[in-house]
């Protein structure tokens, strides 16, 4: 079957569009801010989709704030959110291990102080997280002393992202019965002004590389984000659209559930890369 085609929105469309949606899951980096600006009129937007009845949902791979730091950078920059309306990779990592993997040990944490407050909020014991210098050699560093009771690793942004950490996760990820979770795979977080960092799948990659293994991903496109809005909230597929601004991520993770997107043009992606998609 031939893929289906994309097309602009603009004035009735757009109407047409909007009556038909009960629910919209919003990107945030890249599609509501860059860095610490709003998209210009992206509040204003949301802000009227609620007052219409519509139901709003933010969805977000950065691992980098809990659902409350979400729901207060949010209502900071205009748009307003409950924590419940939030769903990042830190709270639904979290979950996923609680609830389906059903993970009995600790937690190895490549990540910062947020991931690590979701794993705490979820009953999971973790070590690892914050900076860890360089010590001994390499006959030290084959050698180093591994938790009995970890029973994963998992990967988030980490700011402090080491040698030694990536030695650490590769002891654990020898042993085959040790799961190894990644956040997501986004290679650059968007900020003001067009810059760009690293962003965790830079991490990810190097972990696996290492380990030769490949981690499960919680994060868009997968489908573990969209299912926790749906097991905890409820929504209708056929009248929910996921608004983003990646192709290989929010529209991806639409296509993969079964509901509509849009690409909003205002991060990653633009109409030549959706262009050349379609023409491949």
């Known amino acids: 079957m031939a893929a289906p085609k994309c097309a602009r ?3 009735e469309r757009s109407r047409q569009f909007l009556a038909s949606v009960d629910t ?3 990107d945030c980096d ?3 801010w860059r860095g610490d600006e709003a998209v210009a009129g992206a509040p204003e937007l949301v802000t009227g989709l609620r007052r219409s009845g519509k139901r709003v949902f933010y969805l977000t791979n950065n691992s980098t704030k809990t659902r409350a730091m979400y729901a207060d950078k949010l ?3 205009g748009f307003g959110a409950e924590p419940a309306e939030v ?4 709270y639904c990592t979290a979950r996923y291990l609680r609830d389906e ?3 009995r040990g ?3 944490l490549v990540g910062g102080p947020a991931l690590s407050e979701e794993l705490q909020a979820a009953g999971i014991p973790h070590v690892g997280g914050g900076p860890e210098p360089v010590c001994g050699g390499m006959k030290e560093w084959a050698a180093l002393e591994k938790d009995p009771a970890v029973r994963a690793v998992v990967v988030g942004f980490d700011e402090h992202f080491s040698y030694m950490k990536l030695t650490r996760a590769l002891r654990y990820l020898q042993d085959a019965d040790c799961l190894f979770i990644a956040t997501n795979t986004d290679s650059r977080l968007p900020l003001e002004g067009g810059r ?3 962003g965790t799948g830079c991490l990810v990659r190097a972990v696996e590389t290492a380990a030769h293994r490949k981690a499960q991903v919680i994060g868009k496109p997968n489908s573990f984000l969209y299912d926790c809005v749906v097991k905890e909230c409820g929504l209708d597929p056929a009248r929910t659209v996921m608004v983003g601004d990646r192709l290989d991520t929010d529209i991806q993770m639409g296509s993969t559930c079964g509901i509509r997107t849009l690409l909003t043009l205002t991060g990653f992606s633009s109409l030549e890369d959706v262009k050349s998609h379609q023409e491949s």
């Open 9 to 11: 929105l603009t004035g």
């Open 24 to 26: 919209l899951l919003f």
């Open 30 to 32: 890249g599609v509501l």
């Open 75 to 77: 209502g900071r920059l």
């Open 87 to 90: 769903f990042g990779t830190a």
């Open 101 to 103: 993997a059903r993970l």
């Open 106 to 108: 600790k937690v190895y």
């Open 196 to 198: 760009a960092i690293p």
